[in-house]
């Protein structure tokens, strides 16, 4: 899974997004990878979520999502893929500037 649009300056050194990367065969989850610094976020077998020496309290869970860390808040990201269109604007029933300038007279 790769973000479609990243505005690095913006982005905190401790920040960024965490995509899963590959599953952990000791532990049975997914390690996430920080698509910008490489860093990566892993669930340790003492139940606790950790990115580099930055860990979690022992909370366990499939995913990461909600756990707190010192620097470190994983929330969850999704896709806006959002449709917005224009209604435009209501017609007027003439069809040449004139019958406009005619209109805005009135």
């Known amino acids: ?36 610094t490489g860093d ?3 669930f340790q077998n003492s139940g606790a979520w950790c990115v580099g ?4 309290s022992a909370v366990g869970g499939a995913s990461p999502i909600g756990v707190m860390m010192t620097s470190h ?3 969850n990201v999704t896709d806006f893929d959002g449709k917005f ?17 005619k209109k805005l007279k009135a």
């Open 1 to 36: 899974m790769e973000p479609s649009t990243l505005i690095e300056p913006l982005i905190q050194s401790n920040e960024g997004v965490f995509c899963p990367k590959t599953l952990n065969a000791h532990t049975g989850r997914y390690d996430y990878e920080n698509v910008v």
């Open 85 to 101: 269109e224009a209604k435009g604007v209501p017609s007027m029933g003439g069809n040449s500037a004139g019958d406009l300038a």
């Open 40 to 42: 990566v976020l892993s």
């Open 73 to 75: 808040e994983v929330v």
């Open 53 to 56: 020496s930055d860990c979690s």
